[in-house]
C-alpha cells in the first residue's frame, strides 16, 4: 500500500423519493488497501457503492479514478474502468453453471461462445486466487460461500483493480471468512484494491487497513490502522460525534415505575424458525414478558428480529417451542385467533406491510380487526358506522393529522400512517403489543408521541415487545434489552446494566 | 399400419409447426422477461394477412412473409408499451388478443369481402429429397413443405443460439436475472425488444400457416385457442426451447389423435374429443407443477431502483 | 386532490376513446365511407328508436354479468378470461334441467321452476369458476390459461347438449334442444327481458358484497395491499376460492337468463356468435373499468351502446362490425397506456 489514492468520490448526494439516502459523502481510497466502509443498515453503504458501480446515479457529487473525473452511467462503463462488485445478494443466474456465468457480457466476441477456450483462462485464475469451485455445476446448487467465490473470479476475469465487495460474510461460515480473509490478501498483493462493505465491527479489525464509518448517510469519519480500536468504532457507529444533537434529537420521555404482572403476559420456551434464503430464522430463543414491562429487542435488520415478530402473531410457522400468551399456549393458531388473545402487531415496513395504501382511514383501521363481532352484523355485514366511529375516536386520540377518515392513508405523511397503525393497535383493549421500528424515518415530534404510547400502554398493565435497531431509543424507554444477533439470543440486560457499548458490541456479533 | 403410421407423422407435423413455432415465439420474448400472452391475437392478424396477401399475389410464402411482418408488429407495440408505460403484460397482451381477434376479420372483409365459395390459397411449395424423401417413416419427417423445413431450421437455430453462442447465453441471463445481466454490462431493454419482436415474428408465421396450409382457406377464429395453448405449452416447459418443441409435437399429436379418434369412435359423443387437447393442457400443468420454472424476471418490468 | 384525480380520469378516457374513433374515422374514409354518417350511426342508433333501446338493454343485462366475471377476481389482481365458459356452462346445465325435468315427467309450476333454474345457473357457473380459482391456489396454475382452456370445453360441452338426442328438436335443421317447458322461461316487458330485474338485484348485491361485507373488505384489502393483508389475517387461498366461484355463478346467471329469456332453449351457435361476444367484451369492458365494480353497469350499458351502432353499421352501411370490435379494443389499448401514463403513483 502507497498512498496514492485510488478512488475518490466527492459531495455524493441520493435521494430516493422523499428519504435522503447519502447526503454530501466524501470518501476516498488508496491504491492497494482494503478499505472497510461500515456502518448499520440503512446506514448508505450499499447506495454508495451502487453509485461508483454505476447502477445507481448520484443526483450531486463527482468520481475521480486516479486524478482522472469519470462518468460511470452503467455498469458497462464501471467494468470498463476496472471496478467490478460482488454484490450482496448474488447477480450470478441461478440456472448457469460457473464458465457461463463468469463469461457472461463479456464483450469482445459477441457471437462465438468460447467455452472450452475460457475454461483454462479462469481454470488459472481461480488456482493463482486459491479459490477453487466446480466449473460444471449449475451455480444454484452450490453453496453461498462457492458463489462468492465465483463472483469474485468474474470481476478479476474481468480486469477489475478495484474490487467492491458488499456484505460478503452475511451467508458465510467462520472457516469461509477465514478463506476469505486469505483471499483478499493474495488480491491485494496482486496490487487489487478493495472496498468491503460489512457492518461488522470484528470483521474490519480483521480485514481492513483502514475504515470509513457511515451513519443515516453521513460520513463519521475515517479511521487509520491504528487508530482502529473496539472503542473508537463502537463510538462512530453508536454515538453521534455531537453530544449536543444527541440531546435534542431524541425526545425526552420519562419511564415512571410501573407495576410487573405476577405472572408473564408472553412466555418463549425453546422457539426455533428454521432458516431460509431471506432471513437466518431463530435459534432457541426464550424469554418471558410480563405485563407493565417493555422489553426491547436489539438487533441489527437481518439476524432473525423479523421473524420473531412474525412467529408471535403467526404461530403456524413454529417448527419446534411453544408460544404462550397470558399462560395459553398459541401454537398453531391464525393470525386472527393470536389477535383475539389480546395480541396486536405493527410491522416493520409501515408502507409495504401495514396500510392498505389506496384505502381510506376507516378501511385501514380495520384491518386485522375485520372479523370481530363488534364491527359485524350477523358475522357478514360490516358495520361501516361503528368502523367510523371507532376511527374518528383514534384520529383523535392518536394525533392524526387527517381532514378526514375518508382520506386515503396514501396521501397522509409517514408520521400520521405510523399514527393509523399504531392506533389500529388500540382498537380493543391489549394485552401485548409487538411492535417492529415503529419510529424508524419519523420526526422527533412523532417519535416523541409514539414513546408516550407505549409509556402509557406499559402503564396500563400491558406488556410490550419492542423490536428496534436504534440502541439510543431502546435504550430509553425499555425496561429489559434482548439482544438478537444471527438468530441467537445474546442475553438479556436490565435497566441499570444498559451500557450502549456492551450492547452494541453484541448486536453486530462481538463477544461479551 | 405402415401408411397410417406415415400418415400420422405426417399430419402432427403439420400440427406442430402451429404449436411449436407458437410456443418457441413465446419462449423466446419468455426467456427475456416478457410474457406474450397475446399469441392467440398475434396468430388470428398474422393468418389473415398471410391469407390475404397470398391469395392476392398467388404466392404463398409472400403470406408468410405478410404474417411474419405483422408478428413483428405486434411485437413492437407489445415491447414499446411495456417498457415505456409499464403496462402490465397480461392486461396489455388480453388487450392485443382482442385487438388482433378483431383486425383478422375486420381485414378480411374488407379487403376479400363476402364470397360465396371459400377462396384457396396458393400451394406451399414442398420440398422433397431425392430418394431419403422415399423411405417410410422418414418420408413422413421429410416429404413436407418449405415452412416445416423452417420449423426445423428455428429449432436448430434456437438451440444453437441459446446454448452455443454468448448473445443467447445473455438473452437466458436476462429472463432468469435482468440485474445480473445489467450489471455485467448487457443492455437488458434492447434485448427485450429484439427478443419479443422475434417471438412474436414466428408466432405470426405460424398464423399465417393456418390458413394458407392447414385449412387452405381462411374462417373467422381459424386458430381456435391454439395460441392460448401454446402459452401453456411454453409455462409446462419452462421456457425452455427444447422442452417447448417437445410439447409443440406432442399437443400436435394429441390434437391429431383426438381429431382421429372422433372419426373411429361411434360411442363417445366427438365433442369429448375436441376437449381433449384443452383439458391435457390442464392436467399436464398440474402433473408437471412441480417441474414448471419461470424465467424469474418473466412478467415483470425491470428497473435498477 | 381528490377532484385533480377524477379530472384526470376523465381526460384519460376521453382522449382514449377520442384516439381511437380517430383511428377508425381514419380506416373507414380510406375505404371511403362517410365519416360524420359512421360516427352518428354509432352513437346515436340505441336512442333514435324504441328498438334501438330495447336491444341495447337486451345486450346490456349478459355484458353486466360476464364484466362481473372479469372485474371481481381482478379485484385481488386475478385474471378471469372465462366469464365466457363460465355464462356457457351455466346456460347450458340451465338448460339440462329445464329440459330434463320435463322428460321425466316433472312438471313444476313457474314459481318453483324459474328460481330452481337460477340457482342451477348461479352453482353450475359457480362451479365452473371455481375450477379456474381452485387450479390456482392448489397448483399455481394462472387463470389466464386455465379459464381460456375451460372456456373451449364449455364450448363443446354446449355443442354436445344441443346436439344430445335426448334434448334435440328433430325438426330443427340446425342443433338446437327443444324449446324449455312454459313454466321455466321469462318474458318481456315493453320489449325488455324480465331478467333486467334480477341483473338489477345483481348489481346491487355485488355492491353490497364489495362495499359492505366481511367478504368484500377482505377483497379489497388484498387487491390493496396482499402483504398487509395476510399480515393481518386475511386467508388469500381461501379468498381465491370464494372470489372465483362468486364471478363464475355471476357469469353463469347470465348464461341461465340467455337460455330461459332469450333463446328459451338452448343452440349449438350460441356459443361461438353472442355468447361469445358477451364473454370478449366482458374481458374489454372489464378492462375498462379497471376492476371497478360500481362502474360496470355504465360500462356495459355504453358498450352495448357501440355493439348495438355495430350491428347498424353492418346493416345500413355494410361495414363490417369488426370495425367497431376493434375500435373497442383500441380504446382499451389506448386507456390501460395512458392510466399508466397520468395515474402513475409517485
Avoid at chain 3, 19 to 32: D, E, M, P, R, T
Avoid at chain 3, 153 to 162: G, P, R
Wanted: net charge positive.
Amino acid at each position: 500500500m502507497n498512498n496514492e489514492i485510488f478512488v475518490e468520490l466527492k459531495n455524493i448526494r441520493k435521494v430516493f423519493g422523499s428519504v435522503v439516502a447519502l447526503d454530501d459523502v466524501n470518501f476516498s481510497v488508496l491504491k492497494g488497501e482494503i478499505h472497510g466502509l461500515l456502518g448499520e443498515n440503512g446506514a448508505g453503504k450499499s447506495t454508495l457503492m451502487n453509485i461508483l458501480y454505476g447502477l445507481y446515479s448520484p443526483d450531486k457529487g463527482e468520481i475521480y479514478i486516479e486524478g482522472n473525473k469519470v462518468k460511470i452511467n452503467s455498469p458497462y462503463d464501471s467494468i470498463k474502468l476496472g471496478i467490478g462488485m460482488v454484490h450482496q445478494v448474488s447477480t450470478l443466474v441461478p440456472q448457469f453453471n460457473a464458465i457461463e456465468n463468469i463469461i457472461l457480457g463479456t464483450s469482445e466476441d459477441k457471437y462465438r461462445l468460447k467455452i472450452e477456450e475460457e475454461r483454462e483462462k479462469i481454470k488459472n485464475i481461480s488456482k493463482d486466487l486459491g479459490l477453487e469451485f466446480p466449473l460444471d455445476v449449475k451455480v444454484k446448487d452450490l453453496s453461498a460461500g462457492l458463489k462468492q467465490k465465483i463472483e469474485i473470479v468474474r470481476a478479476i476475469y474481468r480486469g477489475a483493480k478495484l474490487l467492491i465487495l458488499d456484505e460478503p460474510t452475511t451467508s458465510l461460515v467462520e472457516s469461509e471468512f477465514k478463506d476469505l480473509l486469505r483471499t483478499l490478501r493474495s488480491l491485494v498483493k496482486k496490487g487489487v484494491t478493495i472496498i468491503f462493505i460489512t457492518h461488522k465491527m470484528r470483521e474490519v479489525l480483521e480485514a481492513c487497513d483502514r475504515v470509513t464509518i457511515l451513519r443515516r448517510g453521513k460520513v463519521q469519519g475515517t479511521l487509520d490502522k491504528e487508530d482502529m480500536t473496539t472503542d473508537n468504532i463502537v463510538k462512530m457507529m453508536f454515538i453521534e460525534k455531537d453530544i449536543k444533537v444527541t440531546e435534542s434529537a431524541l425526545p425526552k420521555v420519562e419511564l415512571p415505575e410501573s407495576k410487573k404482572s405476577p405472572k408473564p403476559i408472553l412466555e418463549l420456551k425453546d422457539v426455533s424458525v428454521e432458516s431460509s434464503e431471506r432471513s437466518v430464522g431463530l435459534k432457541n430463543i426464550s424469554f418471558e414478558l410480563y405485563g407493565g414491562e417493555i422489553l426491547g429487542v436489539a438487533a441489527v435488520s437481518g439476524n432473525g428480529e423479523k421473524d420473531l415478530a412474525e412467529i408471535i402473531i403467526y404461530p403456524k410457522n413454529l417448527n419446534r417451542g411453544e408460544i404462550y400468551v397470558d399462560g395459553e399456549k398459541i401454537n398453531g393458531l391464525s393470525t386472527l385467533q393470536v389477535f383475539s388473545k389480546g395480541v396486536f402487531y405493527t410491522p416493520e415496513d409501515r408502507i409495504k406491510e401495514g396500510i392498505l395504501p389506496d384505502g381510506n382511514l376507516k378501511e385501514n383501521i380495520l384491518l386485522g380487526h375485520h372479523s370481530e363481532d363488534r364491527f359485524l352484523n350477523n358475522k357478514t355485514f360490516i358495520k361501516w358506522d361503528e368502523v367510523r366511529i371507532t376511527t374518528v375516536d383514534i384520529i383523535k386520540k392518536f394525533n392524526v393529522y387527517a381532514p378526514s377518515e375518508e382520506i386515503i392513508i396514501r396521501r397522509l405523511s409517514g408520521g400520521n400512517i405510523q399514527k393509523v397503525i399504531m392506533g389500529r393497535a388500540f382498537v380493543n383493549p391489549i394485552k401485548l403489543l409487538v411492535t417492529h421500528n415503529p419510529t424508524s424515518g419519523l420526526d422527533v415530534s412523532t417519535v416523541e408521541f409514539i414513546f408516550e404510547k407505549l409509556v402509557e400502554t406499559r402503564g396500563s398493565g400491558s406488556a410490550v415487545l419492542w423490536i428496534g435497531e436504534d440502541l439510543d431509543e431502546l435504550m430509553i424507554l425499555s425496561d429489559r434489552i434482548a439482544v438478537l444477533y444471527k438468530g441467537e439470543l445474546q442475553g438479556i440486560f436490565n435497566r441499570d446494566e444498559f451500557d450502549k457499548y456492551k450492547i452494541g458490541l453484541l448486536m453486530i456479533g462481538g463477544q461479551r | 399400419m405402415l401408411s397410417f403410421i406415415n400418415s400420422f407423422i405426417s399430419q402432427t407435423i403439420t400440427y406442430a409447426v402451429v404449436y411449436t413455432l407458437t410456443s418457441l415465439g413465446i419462449v423466446i420474448s419468455g426467456r427475456a422477461g416478457i410474457f406474450n400472452v397475446a399469441a392467440e391475437g398475434i396468430m388470428l392478424a398474422s393468418a389473415s394477412i398471410g391469407f390475404i396477401v397470398s391469395f392476392l399475389t398467388q404466392n404463398a410464402i409472400l403470406g408468410f412473409i405478410a404474417g411474419m411482418i405483422m408478428g413483428g408488429i405486434f411485437g413492437f407495440i407489445l415491447a414499446y408499451i411495456h417498457e415505456s408505460f409499464k403496462v402490465n403484460q397480461f392486461i396489455l397482451g388480453i388487450s392485443l388478443v382482442i385487438l388482433g381477434t378483431g383486425l383478422s376479420d375486420l381485414m378480411y372483409k374488407l379487403i376479400i369481402g363476402v364470397k360465396l365459395t371459400a377462396p384457396r390459397a396458393p400451394k406451399t411449395p414442398l420440398i422433397k429429397i431425392p430418394f431419403i424423401s422415399e423411405i417410410p417413416i422418414i418420408q413422413a419427417f421429410l416429404n413436407q413443405d418449405v415452412i416445416v423445413y423452417f420449423l426445423y431450421f428455428v429449432i436448430l437455430f434456437a438451440w444453437w443460439f441459446y446454448y452455443r453462442t454468448k448473445i443467447g447465453l445473455e438473452t437466458r441471463a436476462i429472463g432468469e436475472n435482468p440485474k445480473a445481466a445489467d450489471v455485467v454490462g448487457v443492455n437488458v431493454v434492447k434485448r427485450r425488444y429484439l427478443s419479443t419482436i422475434i417471438g412474436s415474428m414466428l408466432i405470426g408465421i405460424s398464423g399465417a400457416y393456418l390458413p394458407i396450409v392447414i385449412t387452405g382457406t381462411y374462417m373467422p377464429d381459424i386458430s381456435a385457442g391454439r395460441g392460448f395453448m401454446a402459452v401453456g405449452i411454453a409455462i409446462f416447459a419452462s421456457w425452455k426451447p427444447q422442452r417447448a418443441i417437445l410439447g409443440g409435437f406432442l399437443f400436435a399429436a394429441i390434437e391429431v389423435i383426438a381429431f382421429r379418434l372422433q372419426v373411429i369412435s361411434q360411442n363417445i359423443p366427438y365433442q369429448f374429443f375436441l376437449m381433449l387437447p384443452f383439458i391435457s393442457v390442464l392436467i399436464i400443468m398440474m402433473i408437471f407443477k412441480k417441474q414448471i420454472e419461470y424465467p424469474a424476471s418473466v412478467g415483470k418490468p425491470y428497473s435498477r431502483e | 386532490m381528490k377532484d385533480k384525480k377524477i379530472l384526470r380520469v376523465i381526460l384519460i378516457y376521453f382522449l382514449s376513446i377520442l384516439f381511437a374513433f380517430l383511428v377508425i374515422s381514419i380506416i373507414v374514409s380510406i375505404f371511403g365511407y362517410n365519416v360524420i354518417k359512421v360516427l352518428k350511426t354509432l352513437l346515436t342508433t340505441s336512442f333514435k328508436t324504441t328498438f334501438g333501446f330495447q336491444e341495447t338493454i337486451k345486450k346490456t343485462i349478459p355484458l353486466i354479468f360476464t364484466t362481473y366475471a372479469y372485474t371481481i377476481p381482478f379485484m385481488i389482481k386475478f385474471f378471469n378470461i372465462g366469464g365466457w365458459g363460465q355464462m356457457l356452462f351455466g346456460g347450458t346445465i340451465t338448460a339440462v334441467v329445464g329440459l330434463t325435468l320435463p322428460y321425466l315427467g316433472i312438471n313444476f309450476p313457474s314459481y318453483i321452476m324459474i328460481p330452481l333454474l337460477i340457482v342451477t345457473g348461479i352453482l353450475a357457473g359457480g362451479f365452473f369458476g371455481l375450477i379456474a380459482g381452485f387450479l390456482a391456489a392448489k397448483f399455481d396454475i394462472n387463470p389466464i390459461i386455465s379459464t381460456i382452456m375451460l372456456n373451449f370445453v364449455a364450448v363443446q360441452f354446449l355443442n354436445f347438449i344441443a346436439t344430445n338426442p335426448i334434448y334435440r328438436d328433430p325438426f330443427e335443421g340446425h342443433p338446437i334442444t327443444l324449446p324449455l317447458p312454459k313454466s321455466g322461461t321469462l318474458g318481456f316487458i315493453y320489449g325488455v327481458p324480465v331478467s333486467i330485474i334480477f341483473a338489477i338485484i345483481s348489481i346491487i348485491f355485488v355492491y353490497v358484497l364489495i362495499k359492505k361485507t366481511k367478504l368484500g373488505y377482505e377483497i379489497t384489502a388484498i387487491g390493496h395491499n396482499l402483504d398487509a393483508a395476510q399480515k393481518f389475517g386475511i386467508n388469500f387461498q381461501k379468498t381465491i376460492l370464494t372470489t372465483f366461484f362468486i364471478a363464475g355463478a355471476l357469469a353463469g346467471l347470465g348464461g341461465t337468463f340467455e337460455v330461459i329469456n332469450i333463446h328459451k332453449k338452448l343452440i349449438e351457435g350460441f356459443a361461438q356468435t353472442s355468447g361469445a361476444q358477451y364473454g370478449i367484451f366482458g374481458v374489454l369492458t372489464g378492462l375498462i373499468v379497471a376492476g371497478d365494480p360500481v362502474g360496470v353497469p355504465i360500462a356495459a350499458f355504453l358498450m352495448s351502446v357501440l355493439l348495438v351502432g355495430a350491428d347498424a353499421l353492418q346493416r345500413t352501411m355494410q361495414i363490417p362490425v369488426e370495425m367497431v370490435f376493434l375500435s373497442q379494443a383500441l380504446i382499451v389499448l389506448f386507456i390501460v397506456t395512458f392510466r399508466e401514463r397520468f395515474l402513475r403513483r409517485t
